[in-house]
Nanobody, 127 residues
Framework: QVQLVESGGGLVQAGGSLRLSCAAS????????MGWFRQAPGKEREFVAA????????VYADSVKGRFTISRDNAKNTVYLQMNSLKPEDTAVYYC????????????????????WGQGTQVTVSS
């Protein structure tokens, strides 16, 4: 079992920044990839970014490339999502997730691949 706890969400004006954190506990040695997803009201959960736990390989959704940065601190079992130049369309509940067996091609963008999920943190961007 892995427990994931997100923090750092909040209300910010358009153009502002937030940094989300996700602390993992439990079977953290089994984590191979950590990802961030988001879900806006009435929409499906969508991929945001992911990072390989071993080699820090990263993948981003096109909608956040150049604005968001995912990073990890293995010693703290924590993954971060630095979000800059925020837009109202970034408003959503943000979830972190852990994947124990990613595909050979690298971090997956499919939520079905991930084994454990956090409870989510709300990000609201006002215009």
């Amino acid at each position: 079992q892995v427990q994931l706890v997100e923090s750092g969400g909040g209300l910010v004006q358009a153009g502002g920044s937030l940094r989300l954190s996700c602390a993992a506990s439990g079977r953290t040695f089994s984590i191979k990839t950590m990802g961030w997803f988001r879900q806006a009201p009435g929409k499906e959960r969508e991929f945001v970014a992911a990072i390989s736990w071993s080699n820090s390989r990263t993948v981003y959704a096109d909608s956040v490339k150049g604005r968001f940065t995912i990073s990890r601190d293995n010693a703290k079992n924590t993954v971060y999502l630095q979000m800059n130049s925020l837009k109202p369309e970034d408003t959503a509940v943000y979830y972190c997730a852990a994947d124990f067996s990613p595909p050979p091609t690298g971090p997956s963008v499919r939520p079905q691949r991930y084994d454990y999920w956090g409870q989510g943190t709300q990000v609201t961007v006002s215009s």
